[in-house]
T-cell receptor
Framework: GNSVTQMEGPVTLSEEAFLTINCTYTATGYPSLFWYVQYPGEGLQLLLKATKADDKGSNKGFEATYRKETTSFHLEKGSVQVSDSAVYFCALDDTGGFKTIFGAGTRLFVKA | EAGVAQSPRYKIIEKRQSVAFWCNPISGHATLYWYQQILGQGPKLLIQFQNNGVVDDSQLPKDRFSAERLKGVDSTLKIQPAKLEDSAVYLC???????????FGQGTRLTVV
């Protein structure tokens, strides 16, 4: 069945460090891929998405490229801030809608 | 614009008791979702409504869980009787339609002791 695997956390970085959170997926067909973020005490928010191979999603300095050949959708940011501390979820949807399958989440701590 | 509202924020009950959660989606959103998020895992869809009809409840444990959206607006999720393994955060989300972005509430954290 469809699934999402992302790197285990927590990930601890210093401010202005480079961030990569790995995500790979298993799916039939051509799913849409998403990154969601959950800040402390808040609900899940859609961070970025890509709907087809080689698409790059970007938002708030974060980027992820849909790699069909490696079935990956790694999240990157060139310079993290303390305010980026949150839990990040990689997700996919292969039905054309927003009934998504989520990864387990990766907690990011950014130190000042 | 008001977001998705959920209540209560926290609930502690003993096993075999009953519990209900409430969700008020964003005004005008036709699609409503309930997710279960167990600690250390990603959210898992329990049920999806389109207006007041059920679109998908394939992962809802129907022997103990029930959900309704009678007027196509707010929704309740009930567990009766609760088990220890039901301890989780229950997330409600809504979207304008089935193929548009979903917006999530803050969730209800349930602890079953």
């Amino acid at each position: 069945g469809n699934s999402v695997t992302q790197m285990e956390g927590p990930v601890t970085l210093s401010e202005e460090a480079f961030l990569t959170i790995n995500c790979t997926y298993t799916a039939t067909g051509y799913p849409s891929l998403f990154w969601y973020v959950q800040y402390p005490g808040e609900g899940l928010q859609l961070l970025l998405k890509a709907t087809k191979a080689d698409d790059k999603g970007s938002n708030k300095g974060f980027e992820a490229t849909y790699r069909k050949e490696t079935t990956s959708f790694h999240l990157e940011k060139g310079s993290v801030q303390v305010s980026d501390s949150a839990v990040y979820f990689c997700a996919l949807d292969d039905t054309g809608g927003f009934k998504t399958i989520f990864g387990a989440g990766t907690r990011l701590f950014v130190k000042a | 614009e008001a977001g998705v509202a959920q209540s209560p924020r926290y609930k502690i009950i003993e096993k075999r008791q009953s519990v209900a959660f409430w969700c008020n989606p964003i005004s005008g959103h036709a699609t409503l979702y309930w997710y279960q998020q167990i600690l250390g895992q990603g959210p898992k869809l329990l049920i999806q409504f389109q207006n007041n009809g059920v679109v998908d409840d394939s992962q809802l444990p129907k022997d103990r869980f029930s959900a309704e959206r009678l007027k196509g607006v707010d929704s309740t999720l009930k567990i009766q009787p609760a088990k220890l393994e039901d301890s989780a955060v229950y997330l409600c989300a809504s979207s304008e339609d089935t193929n548009t972005e979903a917006f999530f509430g803050q969730g209800t954290r349930l602890t079953v002791v």
